[in-house]
């Protein structure tokens, strides 16, 4: 293979091989067509059937009801945090006030309304939360039965079964489960669109991708072109269902280690640990620098905590083998052997 590090980074992460070779193969020779994927016009039939295939691919991994759109966007889900008050907010909003990304969103939203953080009374024109917050490593469980539910799902979507009919909007940057980064996923309600508060730019619409298939300009073509493929990959190995059976194996594995091993302990409160990332630290903090080394020395890269949190963060998204959670577990044992 040509990637031999096993991958815990937080986004962007790992990909199948056989996603990375399949578009590798595109860039040169898209389908023996004469073309690179990246020089074809988003407008050309062949690309038209990728936007097409990806939204189908997003509906039936995800089964999204009929009255709900698919919309690829760009601006990641930071660029969510602003469209979303700007379209939706009027008399003021609720907000989970969670974690890292959960808490930029409401510095977005202050700037178009009050918000409400006070979750034992939902009040206002909708209810935001964040499924998985990345940098603390913890998870919603569940979700309220609140009405016009957004959530950003940045970092689990694709990763655990979701009832998509419990949410008016739901919006996820590209480059953890979905594909590479540059392309934000939304799905949303129709009524829910068609029900905007203000009237803003063109391409901060989301009517505007919506009604123009998101080609109102030109889109994303390799991002959109590898998520398709990556989402064809996870159908392929059985879809969301199988893939969350998988990803709580991985999970469990590593917690069990953490908990077992005398040197480490996990950060994020135990019922709210997160599948994807999971975050935790030595005892004895001089350890921090050595355990980071020795897991390099073994291939083992991405496990450096958020740079305002420290610690150590192993991202477990979709494509990250079971191999390699086993490397970490043993890189830890063997750590722990060498220094009592
Ligand atoms: N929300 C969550 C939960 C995230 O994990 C991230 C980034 N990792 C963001 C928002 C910001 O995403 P982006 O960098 O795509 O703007």
């Not at 067509?33 to 995800?62: C, D, I, N």
């Not at 178009?112 to 490593?137: A, K, L, M, W």
């Not at 630290?281 to 450096?304: C, D, Q, W």
């Amino acid at each position: 293979p040509n990637v031999t590090k096993h991958n815990f980074g937080a986004g962007p992460c790992v990909l199948p091989q056989d996603v990375l070779k399949k578009a590798a193969d595109a860039v040169m020779n898209w389908d023996e067509q004469g073309l690179s994927v990246l020089e074809v016009s988003h407008r050309s039939p062949a690309f038209e059937a990728v936007v097409k295939k990806t939204e189908t691919l997003v509906r039936e991994l995800l089964q999204v009801p009929e009255d709900y759109s698919v919309l690829f966007l760009q601006g990641g889900a930071s660029l969510q945090f602003c469209m979303v008050p700007m379209n939706f907010l009027r008399d003021g909003a609720t907000y989970l006030d969670g974690g890292f990304f959960g808490k930029k969103a409401i510095k977005e939203a202050e700037l178009f309304g009050p918000v409400n953080r006070d979750i034992t009374q939902i009040t206002g024109d909708y209810f935001h939360c964040t499924s998985n917050n990345t940098i603390e490593g913890s998870q919603m469980k569940s979700f309220p039965d609140v009405p016009n539910l957004i959530c950003d799902m940045s970092s689990d979507i694709f990763s655990r079964p979701i009832n998509v009919s419990e949410f008016a909007l739901i919006y996820a940057g590209a480059q953890k489960n979905m594909g590479p980064a540059g392309m934000t996923l939304v799905i949303a309600r129709d009524a829910f669109l068609d029900d905007v508060k203000h009237q803003v730019p063109a391409m901060l619409d989301y009517r505007v991708y919506r009604d123009n298939g998101s080609m109102y300009n030109t889109p994303p073509v390799f991002a959109i072109y590898a998520a398709m493929l990556n989402l064809q990959w996870l159908q392929s190995t059985g879809g969301v269902p199988a893939i969350y059976k998988q990803n709580k194996a991985k999970a469990e594995m590593l917690y069990a280690e953490i908990d077992r091993n005398s040197l480490f302990t996990g950060t994020a409160s135990v019922p709210e640990r997160s599948l994807m990332n999971v975050t935790f630290k030595t005892h004895e903090p001089l350890l921090e620098p050595v355990f980071l080394a020795y897991a390099e020395s073994k291939g083992l890269v991405g496990i450096k905590g958020y740079r305002t949190v420290g610690g150590f963060r192993a991202s477990l998204y979709n494509a990250l083998p079971l191999t390699s959670v086993i490397a970490l577990v043993d890189a830890m044992q063997e750590f722990e052997n060498s220094n009592i």
